[in-house]
């Protein structure tokens, strides 16, 4: 039975991947702020360091699966919050866990990113540069002075997957695979914020895929569950959008 660790377990597209993987035969550990085998906070770095001793404890040491499902949206309480779940916990897990994941049985990493980082492709942001470096304190007054949650949204979500590439070609020759899932818009309670949100609401509920509609965390879930099986055994290092076409509307040249 392989062991997968799921964060953000607790809702939306990471409760969906929990619940399919336990389907599918995973012993699955569920990381949130509550209501989850380890209740950790990812936004600090003790809460990251907390939840690595605690998925040690209950594994060994040895991991099969890690999906990086948790996150915040545009209405976070503020945007350094965002860098910090959307952007640092990711790496921080993905570096601390792979020496477990190295010693497991067909072992597969996945980050969930978002549609939102296609609007920065080919840019050059400051801050995102900023969040490759891995300065996190540095990353998180640059967006303090900016106030812009939208731009702190979509560049934690670019940096993570340029982030997740980087390292999919690092781990290669280790066989511990490493993908990315974007998302579109996702009916979650992040989404249903954001649509209700003054500031942000209008535009996101006129942002409507091709297929004109948005997913149910399960559609995104069964890409999830592909591509942590070993059907998926020769896909690495690749992002793969669930977004009803919402890519392929904004930047058709570039894939
Ligand atoms: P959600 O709000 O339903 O679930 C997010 C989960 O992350 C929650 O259970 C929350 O408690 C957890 N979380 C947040 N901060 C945390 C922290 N500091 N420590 C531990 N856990 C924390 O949201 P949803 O929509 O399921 O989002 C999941 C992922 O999908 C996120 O990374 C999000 O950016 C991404 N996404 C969502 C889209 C959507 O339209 N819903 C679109 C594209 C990407």
């Excluded at 209740?39 to 690595?52: F, H, K, Y």
């Excluded at 350094?80 to 959307?86: F, K, Q, W």
């Excluded at 990113?113 to 609007?119: D, E, H, N, P, R």
């Excluded at 569950?225 to 904004?250: E, K």
Aim: proline share 4%; hydrophobic share 45%.
């Amino acid at each position: 039975m392989p062991t997968t660790v799921v964060t953000g377990s607790a809702s939306g597209i990471g409760r969906s991947v929990y619940e399919l993987l336990k389907e599918r035969g995973h012993r699955v550990i569920g990381v949130d702020l509550k209501d989850a085998e380890i209740a950790a906070d990812l936004s600090t770095v003790e809460g990251r360091e907390a939840a690595i001793r605690e998925i040690r404890a209950l594994t060994g040491g040895t991991l099969d699966g890690l999906v990086c499902c948790a996150g915040l949206g545009v209405t976070a309480p503020d945007s350094g919050l965002i860098l910090r779940v959307n952007h640092f916990a990711v790496t921080a897990l993905l570096d601390a866990l792979f020496d477990d994941l190295k010693r497991g049985h067909s072992p597969a990493a996945l980050v969930i990113g978002s549609v939102a980082a296609s609007q920065l492709v080919g840019q050059e942001v400051p801050l995102v540069e900023t969040l490759l470096a891995g300065d996190e304190e540095a990353a998180v007054a640059q967006i303090r002075d900016l106030d812009k949650p939208q731009l702190a949204y979509a560049a934690s979500k670019y940096a993570v997957t340029r982030f997740a590439r980087r390292r999919a070609v690092a781990w290669g020759p280790s066989g511990v695979r490493l993908n990315v899932v974007a998302p579109g818009a996702v009916e979650t309670p992040l989404h249903k914020a954001s649509s209700e949100d003054p500031r942000f609401g209008e535009a996101v509920k006129n942002f409507v895929a091709p297929l004109g509609r948005a997913a149910q965390p399960s559609e995104v879930a069964e890409l999830v569950g592909f591509l942590q099986s070993d059907a998926a055994s020769f896909i690495h290092g690749t992002v793969l959008y669930a977004d009803g076409g919402m890519d392929a509307m904004m930047k058709e040249a570039t894939f």
